[in-house]
């Protein structure tokens, strides 16, 4: 559609931007010789011409201006930075700058310290359940019910017979050994548990 309007504007010598149709312009110049190799030729010449002597006039104007500058002794930085002259801070000055700037400090260091407290947490946080926490499915955040045992299944774990085991002095001593190491490890355990609930 926008096509079909942009050829009939073409064709039918409607003006685009500016005032003017792109074919007849076209045809003027045409017409008029500005697409002739000898005329194009010339005016690339006289493009690059005008080109030159514009740069040679510019570092003419930046020559005189330079020299303009030296011979009367005008310094460009109190040109250019008015403010730029040194001069000592007041009393007022030093205080303020004093102040931001351990009020900047104490910023970072409260950050610094949080940032290690919470590193501190993430380290101390226990990665095993200590059997009081419910466990939790893997795909909801609901708790998981226990399921109650039916009567049959109560009465057959009643019927389980118990086989008496003959035990070495040796391997009474290495159980009791291993009992004694649980213990100390749930004892640990329970310590680590305390102290990570009291944490703040």
């Known amino acids: 559609m926008e096509k079909e309007i942009t050829l009939r504007m073409l064709f039918g010598g409607q003006s685009f931007r500016f005032?003017?149709?792109?074919?007849?312009?076209?045809?003027?110049?045409?017409?008029?010789?500005?697409?002739?190799?000898?005329?194009?030729?010339?005016?690339?010449?006289?493009?690059?011409?005008l080109k030159q002597k514009y740069r040679k006039n510019?570092?003419?104007?930046?020559?005189?201006?330079?020299?303009?500058?030296?011979?009367?002794?005008?310094?460009?930085?109190?040109?250019?930075?008015?403010?730029?002259?040194?001069?000592?801070?007041?009393?007022?000055?030093?205080?303020?700058?004093?102040?931001?700037?351990?009020?900047?400090?104490?910023?970072?260091?409260?950050?610094?310290?949080?940032?290690?407290?919470?590193?501190?947490?993430?380290?101390?946080?226990?990665?095993?359940?200590?059997?009081?926490?419910?466990?939790?499915?893997?795909?909801?955040?609901?708790?998981r019910v226990k399921r109650t045992k039916t009567e049959e299944e109560i009465v057959q774990e009643r019927q389980i017979e118990v086989e008496p085991i003959s035990l070495t002095a040796d391997e009474i001593l290495m159980a009791e050994e291993g009992q004694a190491a649980a213990a100390m490890l749930l004892e640990i355990m329970s310590d680590v548990e305390e102290k990570y609930n009291n944490s703040p």
């Open 19 to 49: 005032g003017v149709n792109p074919i007849d312009d076209f045809h003027d110049k045409l017409k008029n010789g500005y697409y002739r190799p000898d005329i194009v030729k010339m005016k690339s010449l006289l493009r690059r011409t």
């Open 58 to 143: 510019q570092r003419i104007n930046r020559f005189n201006t330079l020299k303009k500058l030296l011979s009367e002794g005008i310094d460009l930085s109190k040109i250019a930075l008015p403010m730029s002259n040194h001069f000592d801070p007041t009393e007022d000055m030093y205080r303020e700058m004093l102040l931001s700037y351990k009020i900047k400090q104490k910023k970072i260091e409260q950050e610094k310290e949080q940032i290690r407290l919470d590193l501190m947490k993430e380290q101390i946080k226990p990665a095993v359940s200590f059997g009081n926490e419910k466990k939790r499915s893997a795909t909801s955040d609901r708790f």
